[in-house]
């Protein structure tokens, strides 16, 4: 396998030349399972495993390899297996807030650089998910590209485009059909050797399929929808790196139904990009929106160029971050007094001897 047409550039030689002088090879993860990975190499596919001290020095989930990560290897060519001894730093990465009461983030993939936010044209058409997954997108560095499928369920095509290009400013819309292979050509710019590209969007709206057309055979199942409320089930069940006839990468991801954030501000600001210019001409600077005089976004509200619901997913998001910020402080508080805690118990011990 050609490295470039894996998606190796400048950005990643620079970082892997130390390791290069050692004698280590480099790897590109595919698929992460539990305990062990499958890699795409110059030596071809191979069976990886972290090393011990990798493991040892990982201390949260984002320590460990994601789909789409370079990582530095040696392998066993004979065995077509390798080990994993480091990743290397990340072009830009997909986050989610792990499952469950922690407060940890969790890579979903690595190294894309679009991301396909794949959303149907049918009872599954909601504008509030596309703002969170354009919060994700702009907050991984990726570049999203609103993908509409399932055109052939719509009779209000043009509607759709126009509420969408409200909310999803300056990113371009593609509407497609992947049941019936129209409009697949509109994705073939983003899809150029080398190039990575992720589906996202929730069950059932299509992206197996999308997945599926740009293949040469269907290696992939599709699962139909069910007809009462237009959901899926969940076809992929791992995240998946593919490379396609076509020389480019894609990252097929299991439906994100209960997509937790994990997100700074940026995202927030490049998705309601509106909503922040028009606070930028608020009389105060740390105007709530809420009652005070002068404030533009209330202005915008009452003129009807700002749509009611649409400011109220902004306040839910943000508030949502904010709630997010907290918890990770707090967690590093709780993190910092652990450790300064077992260096004085340390220095006690190293006192009483």
């Known amino acids: 396998m050609n490295l470039d047409s894996l998606g190796w550039n400048d950005f990643f030689a620079s970082s892997f030349a130390p390791y290069r002088l050692q004698g280590f090879a480099v790897g590109r993860i595919a698929i992460a399972y539990r305990n062990t990975y499958v890699l795409y190499s110059e030596a071809g596919e ?34 077509a297996r390798s080990t994993i001894h480091a990743i290397l730093p990340r072009k830009t990465k997909f986050s989610r807030k792990t499952i469950g009461a ?26 509030r998910r596309m703002e969170r ?14 993908v509409l ?62 997945t599926n057309q740009l293949l040469p055979e269907a290696t992939q199942t599709v699962q139909p929808v069910r007809q009462s409320d237009d959901r899926g089930k969940h076809t992929t069940t791992h995240r998946e790196l593919i490379v396609l006839p076509t020389g ?64 109220l997913s902004y306040q839910k998001l943000q508030k949502e971050l904010n709630y997010l910020a907290r918890k990770q402080d707090r967690g590093e508080y709780l993190a910092e007094k652990e450790r300064w805690k077992k260096i004085h118990k340390a220095m006690r011990n190293h006192h009483k001897h």
């Open 149 to 210: 499928n399932k055109a052939d369920l719509c009779d209000n095509i043009e509607g759709r485009i126009a509420e969408v290009s409200a909310v999803a400013i300056g990113v371009p819309i593609i509407v497609l059909s992947a049941a019936n292979n129209r409009g697949l050509d509109e994705l073939k710019p983003y899809l150029r050797s080398g190039k990575t590209v992720a589906l996202l969007g929730s069950s059932g709206v299509g992206k197996s399929t999308i």
């Open 46 to 79: 191979l069976a990886a495993e972290i090393t011990g001290k990798l493991r040892h020095r990982a201390s949260e989930p984002q320590d460990f390899p994601a789909v789409g990560d370079w990582v530095v290897i040696r392998a066993i060519e004979s065995e």
């Open 102 to 127: 922690k407060t940890e983030e969790q890579i979903v993939a690595a190294n894309v650089d679009t991301v396909f936010l794949v959303s149907g044209l049918d009872g599954d058409f909601n504008l």
């Open 248 to 311: 480019g990468l894609i990252i097929d991801n299991p439906g994100m139904r209960e997509l937790q954030i994990w997100a700074g501000d940026t995202g927030l600001q490049e998705t309601f990009a509106d909503i922040e210019t028009l606070a930028q001409q608020c009389r105060f600077r740390n105007c709530q929106h809420d009652n005070e005089p002068g404030c533009a976004v209330q202005q915008a509200l009452a003129e009807g160029k700002l749509d009611d619901s649409r400011f």
């Open 133 to 146: 997954y354009l919060i994700l997108a702009w907050e991984s560095g990726a570049s999203p590209v609103i």
